[in-house]
């Protein structure tokens, strides 16, 4: 069993910046990939963001590479977004997703590559 959490949403004005934490609880060896996803109302789930928990390796999404940011921290199971240049259509609810396949960093985050999601963080930006 691995559980996800977030934290780090809130409200912001345009052009500000928030940064988002995710801990993944589970045998650090079992995780290799970890994502950010976001959700709008009324909107799919989007991926934007990966990265690879051994290499860093990074991939980012065209609506929000430049601006966002992520990161390891000292644990494996550790990442940090950080999301600047804030737009109000980056409002939604952002949520933190780890897998245990290898990590694929070619497109978008799928989310049939990530089994163990958390609950979610609001993030509100305001113009």
């Known amino acids: 069993q691995v559980d996800v959490v977030e934290s780090g949403g809130g409200s912001v004005q345009a052009g500000r910046s928030l940064i988002l934490s995710c801990v993944a609880s589970e045998n650090t060896k079992s995780i290799n990939s970890m994502a950010w996803f976001r959700q709008a109302p009324g909107q799919d789930r989007e991926g934007v963001v990966s990265i690879d928990t051994d290499t860093g390796s990074t991939f980012y999404a065209d609506s929000v590479k430049g601006r966002f940011t992520i990161s390891r921290g000292n644990a494996k199971n550790t990442v940090y977004l950080q999301m600047s240049m804030l737009k109000p259509e980056d409002t939604a609810m952002y949520y933190c997703?780890?897998?245990?396949?290898?990590?694929?960093?070619?497109?978008?985050?799928?989310?049939?590559?990530?089994?163990?999601w958390g609950q979610g963080t609001q993030v509100t930006v305001s113009s």
């Open positions: 997703a780890a897998g245990v396949s290898p990590w694929q960093g070619l497109a978008p985050p799928s989310e049939y590559e990530y089994p163990h």
